[in-house]
């Protein structure tokens, strides 16, 4: 399989500060059982999150408490809750760009059990000979689609196209020309748009200023031999806005609308069938079946590639990765390090532990502790996992783990919100996104 370890960067350069420091918070005289502070990172699983707090402390009388950062607010809400009395003990980093800013915090783990018992140590952010971020979660994203609307589609006697189904869509080309010929007949078909409204509320712009910009930038540091770059020329950002405009032109709502839109907006007209596609992960079938009367069968929903109009799209697969990596925080009591460390253990071995992460969370999990039966049943994870072993097409690492930072991120999504709204002219765009990539990598301390 052509996935490159690119997540496992080694940081041999960093000052890890303070590493050793005291304690972080005070406990009742006579309390050496600790507890555990998870401030999570995923809203879409909130819920499940809160269900697994209260079962681990009914088991095992350990206080474990659950804090959810709004989309786009984790930075912010752990530079706020890490200054606490009570600060968080278990928290996530994104990538080697999260550890440069969080290395004060985060304990080594590099003889904890948690780490032994990744599948891949490879997949660990490392420093020097220290272990201080474990990826506990392997996912996915691409276009989603809906299989009944697009078989409805090809089913049609006057479609455009000469391919018979969505297997056939292999590039941006043909892509282009199903999609624009569906919204012809989106009467037909019953739906409001092709894809799904292009979501721009504030905090929910991710899927385009870090997942779909992944592409680009995996390609030109493809093109350049490398695993990051200082300064970017943001060399396929044509291919980007092949893929940005068809979802704008072709969607459930006009482009001057989508500064109002959420990923659950998005999320709930795809569960309702008023679209056929939507980009988005393997969790986005929680998102689904969340929906309120949704109508889209679990046998029917399926992944294709990003694909921008490239050379190597017919080679491309769908983007794999992870941006969650636990952290311990160094500067909890040991107390509280050890309660946390053991309920992450709990996570990945103990027989409740390991249905909550599979069936509640549906998540596809590094750990040797997992057998190859031990795998989410929703169709969209089953597909990543798939992905995982198919050595024919070219896996797309994620690679917006070396974005320089959440400002560059926020940036260039109110950036892509003006050119969607027609305030701002595309190469606007591309100029200010390589400036600000170059200041905010030079702003990055080594």
């Given at each position: 399989?052509?996935?490159?370890?690119?997540?496992?960067?080694?940081?041999?350069?960093?000052?890890?500060?303070?590493?050793?420091?005291?304690?972080?918070?005070?406990?009742?005289?006579?309390?050496?059982?600790?507890?555990?502070?998870?401030?999570?990172?995923k809203p879409e699983v909130s819920k499940q999150w809160e269900t697994i707090a209260k079962e681990y402390e009914d088991e095992t009388g350990v206080k474990v408490k659950v804090s959810t950062a709004a989309s786009g607010q984790y930075e912010t809400t752990l530079k706020s809750e890490i200054a606490k009395k009570e600060p968080p003990t278990l928290f996530q980093i994104n990538g080697p760009i999260g550890y440069k800013t969080w290395s004060a915090y985060c304990m080594d783990l590099k003889d904890t059990d948690f780490y032994?018992?990744?599948?891949?140590?490879?997949?660990?952010?490392?420093?020097?000979?220290?272990?201080?971020?474990?990826?506990?979660?392997?996912?996915?994203?691409?276009?989603?689609?809906?299989?009944?609307?697009?078989?409805?589609?090809?089913?049609?006697?006057?479609?455009?196209?000469?391919?018979?189904?969505?297997?056939?869509?292999?590039?941006?080309?043909?892509?282009?020309?199903?999609?624009?010929?569906?919204?012809?007949?989106?009467?037909?078909?019953?739906?409001?748009?092709?894809?799904?409204?292009?979501?721009?509320?504030?905090?929910?712009?991710?899927?385009?200023?870090?997942?779909?910009?992944?592409?680009?930038?995996?390609?030109?540091?493809?093109?350049?031999?490398?695993?990051?770059?200082?300064?970017?020329?943001?060399?396929?950002?044509?291919?980007?806005?092949?893929?940005?405009?068809?979802?704008?032109?072709?969607?459930?709502?006009?482009?001057?609308?989508?500064?109002?839109?959420?990923?659950?907006?998005?999320?709930?007209?795809?569960?309702?069938?008023?679209?056929?596609?939507?980009?988005?992960?393997?969790?986005?079938?929680?998102?689904?079946?969340?929906?309120?009367?949704?109508?889209?069968?679990?046998?029917?929903?399926?992944?294709?590639?990003?694909?921008?109009?490239?050379?190597?799209?017919?080679?491309?697969?769908?983007?794999?990765?992870?941006?969650?990596?636990?952290?311990?925080?160094?500067?909890?009591?040991?107390?509280?390090?050890?309660?946390?460390?053991?309920?992450?253990?709990?996570?990945?071995?103990?027989?409740?532990?390991?249905?909550?992460?599979?069936?509640?969370?549906?998540?596809?999990?590094?750990?040797?502790?997992?057998?190859?039966?031990?795998?989410?049943?929703?169709?969209?994870?089953?597909?990543?996992?798939?992905?995982?072993?198919?050595?024919?097409?070219?896996?797309?690492?994620?690679?917006?783990?070396?974005?320089?930072?959440?400002?560059?991120?926020?940036?260039?999504?109110?950036?892509?919100?003006?050119?969607?709204?027609?305030?701002?002219?595309?190469?606007?765009?591309?100029?200010?996104?390589?400036?600000?990539?170059?200041?905010?990598?030079?702003?990055?301390?080594?």
């Open positions: 399989m052509k996935f490159k370890k690119v997540i496992a960067l080694s940081l041999v350069s960093l000052m890890a500060v303070g590493l050793f420091a005291g304690c972080g918070s005070k406990k009742e005289e006579g309390d050496d059982k600790g507890s555990v502070y998870y401030l999570n990172f032994k018992n990744l599948s891949d140590p490879s997949l660990a952010v490392t420093d020097g000979d220290g272990v201080y971020g474990i990826p506990y979660v392997v996912e996915g994203f691409g276009i989603i689609y809906n299989d009944a609307i697009m078989q409805q589609y090809f089913a049609l006697a006057d479609k455009a196209v000469s391919i018979g189904s969505a297997d056939e869509i292999q590039d941006f080309d043909t892509l282009k020309a199903v999609a624009e010929d569906m919204t012809k007949h989106k009467e037909e078909l019953g739906i409001d748009g092709v894809f799904s409204s292009t979501s721009f509320s504030p905090g929910e712009d991710w899927r385009w200023q870090t997942h779909l910009a992944n592409v680009p930038i995996f390609y030109e540091y493809k093109d350049n031999d490398t695993n990051d770059m200082d300064k970017i020329e943001f060399s396929y950002n044509k291919e980007y806005k092949n893929l940005f405009d068809l979802y704008l032109n072709n969607s459930t709502v006009e482009p001057g609308l989508v500064g109002s839109k959420t990923v659950n907006d998005s999320m709930a007209e795809f569960a309702l069938g008023k679209s056929a596609m939507v980009q988005n992960g393997n969790w986005g079938w929680g998102q689904v079946t969340e929906t309120d009367g949704y109508v889209v069968k679990a046998e029917d929903v399926k992944f294709m590639p990003l694909y921008t109009g490239t050379d190597d799209d017919k080679d491309q697969g769908l983007c794999l990765g992870t941006e969650n990596y636990f952290c311990v925080n160094e500067k909890a009591s040991d107390a509280d390090k050890q309660a946390t460390l053991d309920f992450m253990n709990w996570l990945v071995t103990s027989e409740k532990g390991k249905k909550f992460m599979i069936e509640d969370m549906g998540f596809i999990m590094p750990f040797s502790t997992f057998d190859s039966s031990e795998q989410p049943e929703d169709p969209l994870a089953q597909q990543i996992a798939a992905a995982l072993q198919d050595d024919s097409k070219t896996v797309v690492n994620w690679v917006f783990t070396t974005f320089p930072s959440q400002t560059f991120k926020d940036d260039f999504g109110a950036s892509l919100l003006e050119y969607a709204q027609g305030n701002k002219e595309w190469d606007d765009v591309v100029s200010d996104m390589t400036a600000s990539w170059a200041s905010e990598k030079e702003a990055i301390v080594d």
